[in-house]
């Protein structure tokens, strides 16, 4: 499947999709079997799951046994939170205990079809280079299901702890997706950008089927980034209305390029299961091509994946 955008601002899901990338270079994909064997719980839209990854007392069996679940239940991605050295305990704000690209590449092999993201990784806290090849292995070893999630992060004293300038994270963002973007897409050297060039070099492994590329964020900065280097978008919208503007504004800045509006939003401890299955469906009705949900921590997240699947179903 591919997306592609109508004259309303909505993305929605249709067919085969040949794109031309804002640098330039035509990009021509596609996302085979992203709904083979998944119930899609009738919603006509993709149901995923942010997975628990803020516990170091988890048992590391968790994250399995939750995936293997994800994919019985027919959610259709799972995705992984990421924080390398955070100014605080992991918790409620900081996930990603184990990290997210190494998670991936086990829990692809105790799989068949669920997709796996990263939502977000840091990216000018990761080496480009170095995280193209990374992905590119992830893409190829998990027979086309990964997904690279990238933001700008959020937290100085986290930047401050790795060496990073926290002031100009949005820039190196966009410089780190460009170079990204042309590895992954067969480019060769040299290349020139404005912080990131090499002039020899060859990058493998190419991959059969491209990575898709999410963007997530709010502000407008990240919807110039969506639409200018990403085949996805994930906001965290205040309220089916919002989402709807951004994805709007998301559709103008695009151009004419394919960028699937999708989201991600949370199950507060004390919400009952309709409560978030009716919040499903309204960001269903205000057109996002997906919804991810944090289903809490491990200890019920299994319970809560079945619940809502459950719930949303039965509309």
């Known amino acids: 499947m591919s997306v592609s955008q109508v004259s309303t601002g909505r993305v929605v899901v249709t067919g085969t999709s040949s794109q031309v990338r804002s640098d330039g270079g035509e990009r021509s994909w596609r996302i085979e079997g992203m709904r083979s064997g998944v119930a899609w719980f009738g919603l006509g839209m993709d149901l995923e799951v942010v997975l628990p990854d803020e516990s170091p007392s988890m048992p590391v069996t968790s994250l399995v046994e939750l995936a293997r679940a994800a994919e019985e239940l027919g959610y259709t991605t799972a995705w992984l939170p990421d924080h390398v050295l955070p100014p605080g305990e992991f918790g409620a704000t900081f996930g990603g205990v184990y990290e997210p690209l190494v998670t991936i590449g086990h829990l692809t092999a105790v799989t068949e079809r669920l997709r796996f993201g990263t939502s977000v990784l840091v990216a000018p806290l990761r080496n480009p280079f170095v995280l193209a090849k990374q992905v590119a292995t992830l893409q190829q070893l998990s027979a086309g299901r990964m997904i690279l999630g990238v933001g700008v992060g959020w937290s100085e004293p986290e930047f401050e702890a790795l060496?990073?300038?926290?002031?100009?994270?949005?820039?190196?963002?966009?410089?780190?997706?460009?170079?990204?973007?042309?590895?992954?897409?067969?480019?060769?050297?040299?290349?020139?950008?404005?912080?990131?060039?090499?002039?020899?070099?060859?990058?493998?492994?190419?991959?059969?089927?491209?990575?898709?590329?999410?963007?997530?964020?709010?502000?407008?900065?990240?919807?110039?980034?969506?639409?200018?280097?990403?085949?996805?978008?994930?906001?965290?919208?205040?309220?089916?209305?919002h989402f709807a503007d951004r994805a709007r504004m998301l559709a103008d800045l695009a151009e004419g390029r394919a960028v699937a509006a999708t989201l991600r939003i949370g199950w507060d401890d004390e919400a009952p299961v309709e409560q978030v299955a009716d919040e499903v469906r309204r960001y269903r009705q205000a057109g996002a091509a997906s919804v991810a949900v944090h289903v809490g921590g491990h200890e019920r997240a299994r319970d809560r994946m079945a619940a809502l699947g459950e719930a949303v179903a039965g509309e």
């Open 163 to 241: 060496g990073a300038d926290h002031g100009s994270r949005g820039a190196v963002t966009d410089d780190a997706l460009a170079v990204m973007t042309h590895l992954l897409t067969g480019g060769k050297a040299p290349y020139r950008g404005r912080r990131f060039s090499y002039d020899q070099g060859v990058f493998a492994p190419r991959t059969d089927t491209p990575v898709p590329v999410m963007v997530g964020g709010n502000s407008d900065a990240a919807l110039r980034r969506a639409a200018r280097y990403a085949d996805i978008w994930q906001g965290i919208p205040s309220s089916p209305d």
